[in-house]
């Protein structure tokens, strides 16, 4: 019987910065998903300091729009309810909003998810480097078990989810195929 472990990555820290007041974009344009994409991916693929920790380059992330519905979802929860907190009003966490929108581990080994969120950012690049200026912020960037990735704003509540799904190695398939139980344990 093999164990599937949920692992979460959820930041509890929040990091506001202040600077250049430029008109943030629209999240539905390709320009908004390229511009987030090619500014983390860059510092990805070189590696970068977080506060003092140095992090190697590690693989690109790939947008998700499954990632970027649950962003979105929260981004709006918080603005409409004026709040801004990990936890929902509801009471739900990241992994509750990600996997509700879709993002579940069903098929896959284990799952890893993380969250950024920022408040009162003007633009883009305004809130990508208050991310990678702040440490924990910076560790779920550079975070290598993150594959994918979805971001949203709404008015200066941004929002941004991490995924990274492990699939089961082909001996596993085979042992599901023939019938073998798995059990889920989340851990913390």
């Not at 080994?109 to 991310?131: D, H, P």
Request: hydrophobic residues 35%; positive net charge.
């Amino acid at each position: 019987m093999k164990t599937i472990i949920w692992r979460s990555a959820i930041l509890l820290t929040v990091f506001i910065t202040l600077g250049s007041l430029t008109i943030v974009q629209n999240n539905d344009t390709t320009e908004f998903k390229d511009d987030f994409l090619s500014r983390i991916n860059s510092v990805r693929q070189a590696g970068c300091k977080c506060g003092t920790q140095y992090m190697p380059p590690v693989a690109p992330l790939a947008w998700s729009d499954e990632l970027e519905r649950a962003a979105k979802n929260h981004a709006s929860d918080m603005a409409a309810r004026r709040y801004f907190n990990h936890t929902s009003k509801d009471g739900s966490t990241s992994y509750d909003r990600i996997t509700r929108a879709g993002y579940t581990m069903k098929g896959y080994r284990s799952i890893a998810v993380g969250e950024n969120i920022a408040f009162g950012q003007q633009s883009i690049a305004e809130v990508q480097n208050g991310w990678f200026k702040s440490p924990g912020h910076c560790k779920n960037l550079m975070n290598a078990d993150f594959k994918e990735v979805g971001v949203a704003h709404d008015r200066t509540y941004w929002v941004q989810n991490f995924g990274g799904r492990e699939e089961f190695t082909r001996q596993q398939k085979l042992m599901i195929k023939k019938g073998a139980r798995l059990v889920e344990r989340k851990g913390y």
